[in-house]
């Protein structure tokens, strides 16, 4: 969009300059007034604010790399909490996972998988080593051990 801009803007044609990068006419002559990504102008309107958002995809990621995927209904419950926790206690949307995972789509939904008797009788050293290799990712290390 940046690029298209410039264009616009050292040779003056507009049209051709949307032809050229497969953008509607509109939205460019609107981002040369001026005018905000929709993403970036209704951030206000969003119920987390990017931040938010930003370490609430990197639990996502976090548990997910030890295994343990959160479930759609799991990331609706904890958007939720963290609302509560800033005084909003209206419901967050029906819709607001499938949002949140478009606007993060380093986030993807991951089907479970179960392990059937032939994978499990393969358990062997060598192939459980890697996994234990695995869980030395610095954010795992950083676990404080628990006693009970």
Known sequence: MRVACDE???????????????????????RLKGRLPHVVAHQDTQRLSMVQEDDLATWVLFQASIGEPPTHTQIKDLAQRICYERGDNDQVGKRWVRSFLARHPV???????????????????????????YLRIPVVKAIPPQFR
């Open 8 to 30: 616009v803007r050292k040779r003056g044609r507009l049209k051709r300059v949307a032809t050229k990068y497969h953008i509607p006419p509109s939205t460019l002559r609107g």
């Open 107 to 133: 986030l993807k939904t991951q089907r479970p998988r179960r392990i059937d008797a032939a994978r499990l009788k393969c358990a062997t050293e060598e192939v459980i080593r890697p996994w234990f290799d």
